[in-house]
Structure formats: structure tokens, C-alpha cells
């Protein structure tokens, strides 16, 4: 089969197309025809030599895909030969055909088409992971998502919004935050031209918000916690603003807050599956009714996983990039 390896660690010039030996299917696993695999930043991170495969995953790139199960392990009865399904995965999406654990398999949610559902496992799995089974985000609270119009941020707008939560953003161009406002976000913040803390602290009356979901890192940390209100959560999910800065703490006691962090990829097998469970329960009665839709900014062949890359670190697109093998 096709798939696209990183020959290299370096930029998105050395994600090359290459003939490789097809997945073998464990017991408990499936094997998936994939018809489009989502592009992530992990992705991105992974290319350039910082973000390598947990022990025994794939080598290839690719942490969601959609398809048609083409073949089961022993011990899957869940899924059968010809089902639709998009899934969860620990890498391997940029290829033709990629195995997974069955309970990181999920079935296609009514209405949305076999190449748009790869648009929604890693999203889905994360947005719910942290900021709804972690930090407890629950309807009449305030929510700030910082990179409102990146694929996690156009998600999480419409998961919060489905569940009676006011929603805060910052993007970078009016362009983006209109997007985001067409999605349903309440307060949106352009993070160039304003003070995002000042703006949270005056449309909440000087409180701040109660639940933040932080892409950034290091850049924004204190201001993330000066955005906080009494009981505040704070949740980081990566670090395009590094790893290292000096904060002032006090804050944190003074104002009881929760500093959290988690990864999907490094998750056990176990773990991953209760949150896909809680995913198909919880989030897809959602994308049936039409409440939460695939933002898909583009859609490119295998062969251009490159040029996909470019545009994910343009940070030019709004939604989620898709690659068609």
C-alpha cells in the first residue's frame, strides 16, 4: 500500500508518498480502507523530529481517519467487514489502509459523508476529553478558546454551544473571527489588536471566565490565569508559544483556580476507548441534529501531504485540512 513517510525530521518537504508493507490486524483491532485521513499540528510537531510514535504505533503521520472496515481481528464484535466508521488513532492515517484498536473506532453520525467524518475523531476526542470530562465545563458557564477558528476551536465552539455554555475567542484576522462567530461564539476577541484580558474581564462584569482551552503555552500563561474567574480552570493542550515563562502565582490561591494539561496520543488503548464512548453518546446525538458541522477548510490528495502541512503552519485556513488517499 501507499503512505506517506517522514523521511526525514525537517519541514513539510520531507513527507514523501512511498510503497510500504501493509498493517498487520492484532486481535482486538480492525483494519480501515481509509477514505480521508484529518491533518492535526501534532502532525506537524511529529514531521519535525519533537513528537515521536508512542511504542508500538505506526510510524507514519495521522491521528484520525475515515473509511470502510475492510477486515476485524479476533475478539471485535462490534464491527463487521463493509461498515462505515471514522476513528481515533495513534498514527498511520496518512496511508491507504491503517489497524486500530476497536474501541478507538466510531460509527460515520448520520448525514455527514464518509470523507467529512475524518474531520471529527481527534477533535472530538480532545475538545472532551479536557475541558468536559476534565474540567467539568457545564452549561451557564463562560468558556475562552484561544485559536477559535483552528479545528479544535471551530469543534469546540459548537460542542459549548450545544450545551448552554457562553463562548469567548481570539483569532488573528477579522476573517477568522467571523467565521467564528457564524459558528455561534458569543465574545470574539481579535488577540492582535486587543488585550484578550481586558476584553474577558469586561464582558464578564470583572469576573473572568470560568474555563479556558489553551493552545499556546508558555506566551499566554499569566494572562490566562489573570482571565480567570473564582474557581477557574485552566487547560493546556500545546505550546505554540513554548514551554518556559516566569509567573506570578498568587493568583492561583487567591482565586482557588485549576491549572491542567493533557495529551490524546500517549493515552492507554483503555483510556482512549472510554473517551470514544463517551464521544458517540455524548457529542454525536449533536452532529446528527446538525448542531455541530465539519468545518473542512480544504481537501487534498495523499501525494500533497506536503502542501497540507504549509497551510496548517500558515495558519491561513479555518477548520480542519483533509487528505484523500
Known amino acids: 500500500m501507499k503512505a506517506v513517510e517522514i523521511t526525514t525530521p525537517g519541514g513539510p518537504e520531507v513527507l514523501k508518498l512511498q510503497e510500504v508493507d501493509e498493517p498487520e490486524v492484532a486481535d482486538g483491532e480492525v483494519l480501515i480502507k481509509v477514505e480521508a485521513a484529518g491533518v492535526n499540528r501534532a502532525d506537524t510537531v511529529q514531521r519535525k523530529g519533537s513528537y515521536p510514535p508512542p511504542k508500538g504505533a505506526s510510524p507514519f503521520p ?73 474540567s467539568r465545563l457545564t452549561a451557564g458557564e463562560t468558556f475562552l478558546i484561544h485559536g477559535g477558528s483552528s479545528g479544535i ?42 488585550d484578550f484580558v481586558a476584553r474577558v474581564k469586561e464582558e464578564t462584569g470583572g469576573k473572568g471566565v470560568d474555563v479556558i482551552l489553551d493552545n499556546v503555552g508558555g506566551a499566554y500563561f499569566q494572562r ?46 483503555e483510556n482512549k476507548a472510554v473517551i470514544v464512548a463517551e464521544v458517540e453518546k455524548l457529542v454525536w446525538p449533536a452532529i446528527e441534529a446538525g448542531k455541530v458541522r465539519p468545518i473542512v477548510y480544504k481537501t487534498l490528495p495523499l501525494a500533497e501531504a506536503a502542501e497540507a502541512h504549509r497551510i496548517m503552519e500558515s495558519s491561513v485556513h479555518v477548520g480542519k485540512i483533509l487528505l484523500i488517499p
Open 224 to 269: 490566562n490565569l489573570n482571565s480567570l474567574n473564582l474557581d477557574g480552570r485552566l487547560f493546556i493542550i500545546g505550546f505554540q508559544g513554548g514551554t518556559i515563562t516566569e509567573v506570578n502565582l498568587s493568583s492561583i490561591l487567591a482565586r482557588r483556580l485549576t491549572v491542567q494539561g493533557a495529551g490524546l496520543r500517549s493515552r492507554s488503548p
Open 153 to 194: 476551536g471551530t469543534f469546540a465552539i459548537q460542542i459549548a454551544k450545544y450545551y448552554g455554555i457562553r463562548v469567548f475567542v481570539t483569532a488573528g484576522s477579522e476573517e477568522k473571527l467571523t467565521a467564528c462567530k457564524n459558528l455561534g461564539a458569543d465574545i470574539c476577541i481579535n488577540y492582535k489588536t486587543e
Open 62 to 134: 495521522g491521528l484520525e481517519c475515515s473509511g470502510t472496515v475492510i477486515s476485524v481481528g479476533r475478539s471485535v464484535d462490534r464491527w463487521k467487514v463493509g461498515d462505515q466508521v471514522c476513528a481515533l488513532l495513534s498514527g498511520g492515517g496518512y496511508a491507504e489502509k491503517v489497524a486500530v484498536p476497536a474501541g478507538q473506532v466510531l460509527p460515520v453520525p448520520k448525514g455527514i459523508s464518509l470523507s467529512d467524518a475524518a474531520s471529527f475523531p481527534e477533535v472530538a476526542c480532545t475538545v472532551w476529553s479536557t475541558v468536559f470530562m476534565m
